[in-house]
């Protein structure tokens, strides 16, 4: 049977750190802020913000919420990030994505300030991803993924990767990580042919497609460790992933849970963000 990875322990992890780093960010009375925007009330904005807000009480980071209802005007949502944009006192912003249809994603993007960046959205994060350079924030589901696979002991130098999902907020970003570890990375999307014998192919493979079930036991072989970063729900309204648990569980090494997987570490990795945003901005390093 497959050893269950879950994100607890590696929340916990990464939580103590952070909360390390905010008290003595406090001693020197900077309070690391960040600010939650969220347009509208959808189920799933409302139960991370929870979590989110919950997190940061524990860990010493304040938290805002900035909401917006559902029909806000494109300019009246700008005018809010640039505003807090030029607010001191807030460190990290996290924007609820995806937006209504009436707003423009990239305008959105291209309003924060890359500083303030603490979700990789905006060009400038992702560029930092991209060229290594250090600069900006990656995405937080995206580092959950190799937070997971450091606490596990996974070494991906040499090994075979696939990532199934092409997106800017897994898929690709999560592909220049396993790169900068020294993985081979294969990304695989809805055009890849003969889908199951690449993915059977691989070391690792991060599943990042958002359909529940879509990796079985077809798609896999004995050895491989596999994330799984979806996040759906079944026809009775359960939580579950992009992979089908049941069916790979006996087949391969080691695999992530859904939900208690990725989803775990992802605040823990905003928080932190938000933490080391308040550092880089009050020059402690």
Known sequence: MAEIMKGAPVAAGINEGTRARAAAL????????????????????????????KRCAALG???????????????ALLGAVRALNEDPLVHGVLIFRPLPRHIRDEAVRAALAPEKDVDGITDGSLTGVFTGSGRG??????????????????????????????????????????????????????????????????????????????????????GQVIVDVGINTDGEGRLVGDVDLAAVESLVAAVTPTPGGVGAVTT????RHTVEAAERMNCVM
Do not use: W
């Not at 347009?39 to 807000?53: Q, T």
């Not at 570890?181 to 993915?199: G, K, Q, Y």
């Not at 823990?268 to 928080?271: C, I, P, S």
């Open 137 to 222: 924030f990656c995405p937080c589901t995206a580092q959950s993924v190799v937070e997971i696979l450091d606490h596990y002991g996974v070494d991906c130098a040499g090994k075979r990767a696939v990532v199934l999902g092409r997106s800017l907020v897994i898929g690709k970003p999560v592909s220049q990580l396993l790169l900068a570890r020294n993985a081979t990375v294969t990304v695989c999307h809805t055009r890849t042919r003969d889908l199951a014998s690449e993915t059977r192919r691989a070391d690792i493979l991060v599943a990042a497609v958002g359909h529940a079930g879509a990796v079985t036991g077809e798609h896999v072989s004995p």
């Open 26 to 53: 406090r001693e020197r009375g900077v309070v690391p802020t960040l600010a939650i925007v969220r347009v509208g009330e959808k189920d799933a904005d409302v139960a991370y913000e929870r979590g989110a807000m």
């Open 268 to 271: 823990a990795v905003l928080v």
């Open 61 to 75: 980071v304040e938290a805002r919420n900035v909401l917006l209802p559902e029909d806000v005007s494109e300019e």
